[in-house]
C-alpha cells in the first residue's frame, strides 16, 4: 500500500492494479490541464480539474479562491473513478506535484489512505519511457464510501489560536508573497501574523521530491506543536502536509481557505516584511 509518494518504477510494477488520476493545471489558464491530459496521459487515468472537481464554487467576499467540495460530490467524483474500499490511487500532476496533493488531501480527508503522489509527476513517467494513452475511460462507478475527517480548520479557529504556543502556522507560499513584496493573485499583500515561510518548492529538488531525511529535518523543528498549513487557496498548503507524512512526522490541518480567506474580512490582521 502507497500513502505517500510512489517512484514511477513502482508504479509501473502495479499497473493493472491502480486508478491513476491526472491533475495537471496551470494557475491563470484554466484550460491547459484538459488539453494536456487529451495529448496523452497515464493507462486508464481519470482527469480531475483543480477547480471544476476538487474545489467547490467560491463565494465572493466569504471564500477563498479553491474551497472545499461537498462531500457528497466528492463521493460522486470518486466513484465514478472506480475507487472503491482497497483500490490504490496514484495521482500526478506535470512534475512535483502542486496540484496533486491536493487530491492526495482530499481522499485522505475522505478516510482513503491508499492514495499516493507520483514523484516527478508525468515529466518522469515520460522521462522514464512510460507507457501513454490517449482514449478516455468511461466511467466506472464504484461504491465509494468516504465520510469527511476532521483534517481542516476554519479561519475564525486559526484566529483565535493566534499566538497560542501549541499551534504554528506554516505558509507554503513563495517568500516574495510571504513577505508581502508582490501579489500577483490575491487582493492583498502579506501573510497571517506570526506565520513561518516553509515555501512548498523546497521539499523537492531537480523535479523530485527530497528524501524523508531531508523533508523531516525540514519540519522537524514544528512538530511539538499542532501545525496548521495555509498557502494562497488551500492547494499548495497539501504539498507541505504530504511532505509531513511522508516524513513520519504528525500530520498537519489544513486551513483550506488560506490567505484568499482570510483577507475577505478586512478586520483580521495582516503582518509584512519590513525592510527599514
Known sequence: MYQ?????KDAKNILGDVVFV????????????????RLGHLPRAHFAHIDQD???????????????????????LFSGFG???????VVYDQDIGMFAS???????????????????????WIACGGEIDYTIPERVEAKFEGVWQPHSVESQAVFVQLGVSD????????????KGIEESID?????????????????????????????????????ASEMVSYCGSGVTACHNILACVHADLPEPLLYAGS???????DSRPIETVSFT
Open 187 to 223: 487582493r492583498k499583500a502579506g501573510h497571517i501574523p506570526g506565520a513561518i515561510n516553509m515555501p512548498f518548492t523546497l521539499n523537492c529538488q531537480n523535479g523530485y521530491w527530497r528524501s524523508k531525511e531531508e523533508l523531516r529535518a525540514r519540519f522537524e523543528k514544528f512538530s
Open 4 to 8: 505517500t509518494l510512489i517512484s514511477v
Open 259 to 265: 490567505w484568499s480567506e482570510w483577507i475577505t474580512d
Open 167 to 178: 499551534r504554528v502556522l506554516i505558509d507554503a507560499r513563495l517568500p516574495e508573497r510571504f
Open 54 to 76: 476538487l474545489s467547490s464554487a467560491i463565494i465572493p467576499g466569504r471564500t477563498g479562491r479553491h474551497p472545499l467540495p461537498e462531500q457528497e460530490s466528492l463521493i460522486s
Open 22 to 37: 491526472d491533475c495537471r493545471h496551470q494557475l491563470g489558464t484554466p484550460s491547459f490541464g484538459a488539453e494536456q491530459y
Open 83 to 89: 475507487i472503491g474500499k482497497e483500490t490504490q490511487v
Open 102 to 124: 491536493r487530491l492526495w488531501w482530499l481522499l485522505r480527508a475522505m478516510g482513503h489512505l491508499q492514495v499516493a503522489v507520483l514523484d516527478g509527476g508525468y515529466s518522469a
